[in-house]
C-alpha cells in the first residue's frame, strides 16, 4: 500500500525532526533503526543478567533458613556481615560456634536467632 503522505516526525533514536511516508514510522532511517533495535536488545540481556543475579543471591537464604549448623561464611552472608566480624563475634563469644577442627568451625542456628532477638 502506497501513499503520498508526508508526516513530519522526530526520530526516537537520534532527536531528529524527519519526513515519514507512513504514520508508524519510528526512525529516520534504517542506521538509526539498528542503533535501537541494538539498545533494546542490550537492555533486554541486561534485565536478564539482573533477575539471573538476584535469583542467585536468593537462593542461599532460602537455603540457610533450613540449615541447623552453618559455616562461618553462610552465617556471615545470613547475618549480612563480613567474615572477619564473625570471627571477631566467635572470639568475644557474643555468639557461640563449635570449633570441629582448625577449619572446621560450625554456628548452631539457635545461636544466631539468639544474637537477633537480643539485639
Keep these: 500500500m502506497s ?44 534485565k536478564s543478567s539482573y533477575e539471573e543475579t538476584l535469583k542467585l543471591k536468593l537462593q542461599p537464604y532460602e537455603v540457610l533458613a533450613v540449615k541447623d549448623f552453618l559455616t562461618v561464611r553462610e552465617a556471615s552472608s545470613l547475618l549480612n556481615i563480613s567474615t572477619r566480624t564473625t570471627y571477631r563475634l566467635i572470639k568475644e563469644e557474643i555468639l557461640e560456634a563449635v570449633n570441629l577442627s582448625n577449619r572446621l568451625i560450625r554456628i548452631k542456628r539457635t545461636s544466631i536467632d539468639k544474637l537477633l532477638t537480643s539485639i
Excluded: D
Excluded at 504514520?23 to 540481556?45: E, S
Design 3 to 46: 501513499s503520498n503522505i508526508k508526516v513530519s516526525r522526530i526520530c526516537q533514536n537520534c532527536n531528529i525532526e524527519f519526513v515519514a511516508r507512513t504514520t508508524v514510522t519510528k526512525y529516520c532511517g534504517p542506521v538509526c533503526a539498528k542503533r535501537a533495535y541494538k539498545t533494546r536488545q542490550r537492555k533486554k540481556k541486561v
